[in-house]
T-cell receptor, first 117, second 114 residues
Framework: AQKVTQAQTEISVVEKEDVTLDCVYETRDTTYYLFWYKQPPSGELVFLIRRNSFDEQNEISGRYSWNFQKSTSSFNFTITASQVVDSAVYFCALSEAQGAGSYQLTFGKGTKLSVIP | DAGVIQSPRHEVTEMGQEVTLRCKPISGHDYLFWYRQTMMRGLELLIYFNNNVPIDDSGMPEDRFSAKMPNASFSTLKIQPSEPRDSAVYFC????????????FGPGTRLTVT
């Protein structure tokens, strides 16, 4: 069974601070995918990144960076120099590649980030 | 390009009534997913379709829920009869055959059953 744990329920930071959102996952598969989604106050879910289990390279996109470590089953997300517009709920998700029939996303409970001006 | 379109955005209904939620996936996408989001359970996959065929409906809570995809550009999720515990935000998402794992979500339908 697959599971995603986001231990941080809520985080508040002051604008321009860096913040890291933690994600720990469990899976029996050797091939899987990890994701981060953003849910701003407007409610829609916005796809941020996908990582496959064979690629442990960290990725940077502007102020966003992701640290994937298979040894600790973690896929953490860092926002550098946070801005008020980053305020949202962030979800980590996992999908096991179980063949052509399974593309389910298992989501963590989410971390609500509040960036205070 | 238009994203995933869902209607209505908000629905308030009385217990026992039938509710139909609608979704139009991104054009060209082969996969369509229905999710439910509640405070207690978070985001849960209800059912997904591939080329209009239901592949996995193990997440559908009970027989009161049904989903159809009559063609590649339209899907419905129906609850009959509705109950207060069905109150949630229902999301539809779609993805392409080449990037199945990257699901693009609609704005959601907030359902309130009184």
């Amino acid at each position: 069974a697959q599971k995603v744990t986001q231990a941080q329920t809520e985080i508040s930071v002051v604008e321009k601070e860096d913040v890291t959102l933690d994600c720990v996952y469990e899976t029996r598969d050797t091939t899987y995918y990890l994701f981060w989604y953003k849910q701003p106050p407007s409610g829609e879910l916005v796809f941020l990144i996908r990582r496959n289990s064979f690629d442990e390279q960290n990725e940077i996109s502007g102020r966003y960076s992701w640290n994937f470590q298979k040894s600790t089953s973690s896929f953490n997300f860092t926002i550098t120099a946070s801005q008020v517009v980053d305020s949202a709920v962030y979800f980590c998700a996992l999908s096991e590649a179980q063949g052509a029939g399974s593309y389910q996303l298992t989501f963590g409970k989410g971390t609500k980030l509040s960036v205070i001006p | 390009d238009a994203g995933v379109i869902q209607s209505p955005r908000h629905e308030v209904t009385e217990m026992g009534q039938e509710v139909t939620l609608r979704c139009k996936p991104i054009s060209g996408h082969d996969y369509l997913f229905w999710y439910r989001q509640t405070m207690m359970r978070g985001l849960e996959l209800l059912i997904y379709f591939n080329n209009n065929v239901p592949i996995d409906d193990s997440g559908m809570p009970e027989d009161r829920f049904s989903a159809k995809m009559p063609n590649a550009s339209f899907s419905t999720l129906k609850i009959q009869p509705s109950e207060p515990r069905d109150s949630a935000v229902y999301f539809c998402a779609s993805s392409s055959r080449d990037r199945v794992y990257e699901q693009y979500f609609g704005p959601g339908t907030r359902l309130t059953v009184t």
